[in-house]
Nanobody, 120 residues
Framework: QVYLRESGGGLVQAGGSLRLSCAASGSIGNIYAMGWYRQAPGKQERELVAKITNNREADYADSAKGRFTISRDYAEAMVYLQMNSLKPEDTAVYYC?????????????YGQGTQVTVSS
């Protein structure tokens, strides 16, 4: 079991910045990748924002490229999302995610989420 705890959400004006943090605990030895998903108001599904693997390979949603930066502290099992030039359409609940992988078992874990609200 892996536990994820997010922090850093809040209310910001368009054009502003926020930095989200996520701390992993529990069975962190088999975490392969960590990242962030978001669920916008009125939408059923979460969408990938960014993720980064143990090989330091980062992947971003098109909407995040050039504005958001994901980083990891591998020693402390932390992942961060620096969000700049925020837009009202970035308003969502942001969920920390990790992919736990061992032999033939792959499990996605999510945190409770942190609200990001961008006002126009």
């Amino acid at each position: 079991q892996v536990y994820l705890r997010e922090s850093g959400g809040g209310l910001v004006q368009a054009g502003g910045s926020l930095r989200l943090s996520c701390a992993a605990s529990g069975s962190i030895g088999n975490i392969y990748a960590m990242g962030w998903y978001r669920q916008a108001p009125g939408k059923q599904e979460r969408e990938l924002v960014a993720k980064i693997t143990n090989n330091r390979e980062a992947d971003y949603a098109d909407s995040a490229k050039g504005r958001f930066t994901i980083s990891r502290d591998y020693a402390e099992a932390m992942v961060y999302l620096q969000m700049n030039s925020l837009k009202p359409e970035d308003t969502a609940v942001y969920y920390c995610n990790c992919l736990w992988s061992r032999r033939d078992s792959n499990i996605n874990y999510y945190g409770q989420g942190t609200q990001v609200t961008v006002s126009s």
